[in-house]
T-cell receptor, first 117, second 114 residues
């Protein structure tokens, strides 16, 4: 079975400083991995995805994530935080060989990012 | 360009009442799904559909029914509401099963059961 652990439920940074949101996963096979962002009172939006191509993935709004198989990690980073980055972020794993083909996505518990002026 | 539309955005029910959350998408997506979001638990799949006339259970289906009579619509029915169903509900769709593709989410329906 697959699982996702987001190591921090809350992260607070100052505007202009780097962002690091940590995600570890467990999967029996080669997974696909995603980061979604949820702004207040909005639905989730895809930020970036890894699907066994380049291990460093670039997403929207300057975010990127690196897939590290040896560490089973997929941490999300951004060099310089902006006030508009304040939101909740979800790490998601998808396993092709999940027997229930319609239920292939497993969501982490979420990390709320706060950006101080 | 509406995308995924959910109604209502807010609802308060009494224990035992029934209601239907509506979801419609205008992107001709085959795959549609319902999730519930609870604090610290991420999103959990309730039911999903891979096309009109086909539905299946997700991780937490108890107390909910769905149907898919058209490609566009995927309503979620609460048969007899319980306080444990207090949550934020999201409808999401994609062109096919969401292995590598992007899920498109509605803005959510916040349900409180008293």
């Amino acid at each position: 079975a697959q699982s996702v652990t987001q190591l921090d439920s809350h992260v607070s940074v100052s505007e202009g400083t780097p962002v690091l949101l940590r995600c570890n996963y467990s999967s029996s096979y080669s997974p696909s991995l995603f980061w979604y962002v949820q702004h207040p009172n909005k639905g989730l939006q895809l930020l970036l995805k890894y699907t066994s191509a380049a291990t460093l993935v670039k997403g929207i709004n300057g975010f990127e994530a690196e897939f590290k198989k040896s560490e089973t990690s997929f941490h999300l980073t951004k060099p310089s935080a902006h006030m508009s980055d304040a939101a909740e972020y979800f790490c998601v794993v998808s396993d092709l060989r999940n027997n229930n083909a319609g239920n292939m996505l497993t969501f982490g518990g979420g990390t709320r990012l706060m950006v101080k002026p | 360009n509406a995308g995924v539309t959910q109604t209502p955005k807010f609802q308060v029910l009494k224990t035992g009442q029934s209601m239907t959350l509506q979801c419609a998408q205008d992107m001709n997506h085959e795959y549609m799904s319902w999730y519930r979001q609870d604090p610290g638990m991420g999103l959990r799949l309730i039911h999903y559909s891979v096309g009109a006339g086909i539905t299946d259970q997700g991780e937490v289906p108890n107390g909910y029914n769905v149907s898919r009579s058209t490609t566009e619509d995927f309503p979620l029915r609460l048969l007899s509401a319980a306080p444990s169903q207090t949550s934020v509900y999201f409808c999401a769709s994609s062109y096919s099963r969401p292995l590598d593709g992007e899920l498109f989410f509605g803005e959510g329906s916040r349900l409180t059961v008293l």
